[in-house]
């Protein structure tokens, strides 16, 4: 069984004493991919030195619309030649969250738009963070040709995922699918297509029920797999093909 982890913060600080060990658990578990996606310019040099080479590792490069006051406008002509230079496998974490305290949606769009176009030109999938804010980032989905991408951590409605899915982006699930408590989430999951969903973790965050508290890991995924199962009445092997299938094809991950 391969599966990959299509969202997960590996070269965030809190993996730093550990990182080659979790690595080596996840691919243990099954887990032979991991996509690390990026969250602020400062961090992109350490996050490419840190994929480079590996064929298990695979980096994205994006500003998070959390992190407003970290981006600078500078940073959109460094994301441009980072792409050119090293060639991710997407232009993310990007995204509209107005969740977060103090949102300011207008900095959020502007920012969001120009790194849609930056991926557009680039020919990228983008890996999209959206909380309270999926009509609108569909919206601009729409005014851009992309190649589709990952709605990371999906929890819209059922409608919404179908449009997601008609613009060629894959559907995220992960640690909160494995939550009796997650009813709409977990419906979500089993009404879905197959063909749009993916699996993540967003470690080192949303950990697993049997790990809730403590530092998620993509050593779970396969939990979140078999949580996957369950809810869609399903064999997991099955599932673990689709959905790595499904990963590849949105990445263009080779076999």
């Not at 690390?36 to 994929?51: H, K, N, S």
């Not at 699930?173 to 969903?197: D, H, N, V």
Request: hydrophobic letters at 45%; glycine letters at 6%; one cysteine or more.
């Amino acid at each position: 069984m391969q599966l990959i982890d299509t969202h997960c913060h590996l070269d965030f600080p809190v993996f730093d004493a550990d990182r080659e060990a979790v690595i080596a658990r996840a691919r243990r578990a099954g887990v032979s991919r991991i996509v690390v996606p990026g969250v602020d310019a400062a961090r992109w040099p350490y996050l490419i030195a840190l994929c480079a080479g590996r064929t298990d590792l695979h980096p994205a490069l994006g500003m998070h619309p959390g992190f407003l006051a970290r981006h600078r406008p500078e940073h959109l002509r460094a994301l441009e030649a980072a792409l050119e230079a090293h060639r991710p496998v997407a232009v993310g974490e990007i995204g509209l969250d107005y969740f977060i305290d103090d949102p300011d949606p207008d900095a959020q769009c502007r920012l969001l738009d120009a790194q849609l176009a930056v991926a557009a030109n680039a020919g990228l999938p983008v890996l999209l963070h959206v909380r309270k804010a999926h009509d609108q980032v569909l919206q601009r989905l729409r005014r851009h040709r992309l190649c589709g991408g990952i709605a990371h951590a999906f929890n819209g409605s059922l409608q919404q995922g179908k449009k997601y899915f008609e613009l060629g982006f894959r559907l995220g699930f992960g640690g909160m699918l494995t939550y009796e408590r997650s009813r709409k989430l977990r419906k979500l999951a089993a009404e879905l297509p197959l063909e749009a969903i993916v699996l993540e973790t967003d470690a080192p965050d949303m950990a697993v029920a049997s790990h809730h508290g403590e530092r998620n890991s993509p050593e779970y995924l396969p939990e979140c797999l078999a949580a996957l199962a369950q809810v869609r009445d399903q064999d997991p092997a099955e599932l673990a093909q689709r959905t790595t299938a499904n990963a590849r094809d949105v990445l263009r991950l080779a076999s």
